[in-house]
C-alpha cells in the first residue's frame, strides 16, 4: 500500500500493540477501518511517556488549520479523495477519512494528540460536562447575536 499523504510506501508496525500502517517518509499513520477504535481503548489504559512529551509540544488549537482543510489526501484502497475531520468537533485535530468506509489517515503527530486529548476528556473534562452543558446555551446565543443580520 501507499501513503495517503505522500504517495511513499507503508511499513506495517505496531502502536499501543494495535497493528497500524505507517510512512517513514512523512509519518502519517494509515488505520483500516476499526482500528482507530482499538487504538482509543488501548490508550485509555496509558500513553507511553514519549507520546506524550510529542503531544504537548503543538500550541492548543480547537479548529482545523488551513493547511488541513485543504490537503488533498487519497485512500489507499479506493483512490478517493479523503474528506478532512476535525476529530470530537473541538480537538484541533485532523483526521482524513475515506467515504466509502476503508480507514482514516492520520497526519505525523496527529494520533499522540488525538489520544492526549481523549485522555484528558476522559480524565478531566467528562466529570465537569454538567457544567459545560450550562455553559453551551451561552454560547450559542453569543455565537447568533454576533452573525444575526440586523
Wanted: proline share 5%.
Amino acid at each position: 500500500m501507499y501513503c495517503s499523504g505522500c504517495g511513499e510506501g507503508l511499513k506495517g508496525t505496531q502502536y499501543l500493540g494495535v497493528e497500524i500502517e505507517m510512512c517513514l517518509h512523512c509519518g502519517g499513520i494509515w488505520l483500516e477501518d476499526g482500528r482507530l477504535k482499538d487504538l482509543i481503548d488501548c490508550a485509555r489504559r496509558g500513553l507511553p511517556p514519549k507520546s506524550v512529551e510529542n503531544a504537548t509540544r503543538y500550541r492548543p488549537s480547537y479548529s482545523l488549520s488551513e493547511q488541513d482543510q485543504t490537503l488533498i489526501v487519497k485512500c489507499p484502497w479506493c483512490i478517493g479523495v479523503l474528506k478532512p475531520v476535525n476529530y470530537t468537533s473541538s480537538s484541533g485535530v485532523a483526521i482524513y477519512t475515506c467515504i466509502n468506509n476503508h480507514g482514516v489517515w492520520v497526519p505525523k503527530d496527529n494520533l499522540e494528540r488525538l489520544l492526549l486529548f481523549l485522555q484528558v476528556w476522559d480524565s478531566f473534562l467528562k466529570p465537569a460536562r454538567d457544567a459545560y452543558a450550562q455553559l453551551a446555551p451561552l454560547g450559542k446565543q453569543r455565537f447568533l447575536r454576533r452573525y444575526s443580520v440586523s
